[in-house]
């Protein structure tokens, strides 16, 4: 049975067509459209959206971004276990304060059409999707089961676990789709980074790990360069007998 890691566009495509309202479709066009994780959605409001240059600010609240330590007062990443000036654990230290990074990004004409269509009686500082994160999830994986990707058909490529389809899968494809277009180009590759709002290049470069397929073909090419190589090498070998 293949493994299947993310969701293919043909396989999204069909999934926003398959809802019979507008408000569905509208999500799902935008997390295709955008790559945007499930709260950035529901914190934008209509006065977020340019339609006429199909663009829209995603507005980014990160809370718990900075641990102090109480033994020297030297500032660590949320994530630090141990100060690097004193040696203090900080496993049990509350990270505090807020970081806000909002960031303007393309939605393509089509997914601003269904925003004018859907907005058009909405005041501007009206939230657009008025949902909680568990409907979207219920939007999605009715979508996926519409269409015939039913029960967990995912794979973790991490972890090896199946799960089923979710709203970050959209921002998983669409990094693949990306990434396989930017190749080894820094540029689209940092385009991506600014597209899905990490902080560090490398949490954008994981998305690698999605593409087993790529992985196999590079690992098939070297197959087939070594056996080459040996082939070459034994020719060589024999002529000087």
């Excluded at 997390?31 to 709260?39: F, Q």
């Excluded at 990270?95 to 859907?118: D, K, P, V, W």
């Excluded at 009686?121 to 219920?138: A, T």
Aim: proline letters at 4%.
């Amino acid at each position: 049975m293949p493994i299947k890691t993310f969701l293919t566009p043909a396989e999204i495509q069909k999934m926003i067509e398959w809802p019979d309202n507008l408000r569905d479709k509208l999500i799902l066009s935008f997390y295709d459209a955008t790559g945007c994780r499930v709260s950035e959605l529901l914190k934008v409001k209509v006065e977020n959206i340019d339609l006429e240059n199909c663009l829209v600010m995603i507005p980014h609240l990160k809370r718990g971004i900075k641990k102090r330590c109480p033994g020297c007062s030297r500032i660590a990443g949320r994530n630090t276990k141990f100060c690097s000036r004193c040696g203090l654990d900080l496993s049990k230290v509350q990270a505090e304060g807020i970081e806000e990074r909002n960031r303007l990004i393309s939605i393509g004409e089509a997914t601003a059409e269904l925003f004018r269509e859907y907005t058009k009686e909405m005041d501007q500082n009206d939230r657009v999707i008025q949902l909680s994160r568990q409907q979207i999830y219920n939007i999605v994986r009715a979508a996926a089961t519409g269409t015939g990707l039913k029960g967990k058909a995912l794979t973790n490529p991490e972890t090896g676990k199946k799960h089923f389809p979710h709203p970050h899968n959209f921002r998983d494809s669409l990094a693949v789709s990306w990434l396989d277009i930017a190749g080894s180009d820094a540029g689209k590759q940092k385009a991506l980074q600014e597209h899905l709002g990490h902080k560090n290049f490398s949490t954008t470069m994981g998305y690698n790990k999605l593409t087993p397929a790529k992985v196999q073909e590079v690992s098939n090419e070297v197959r087939r360069m070594r056996f080459t190589q040996s082939q070459e090498e034994e020719k060589d070998g024999n002529s000087q007998v």
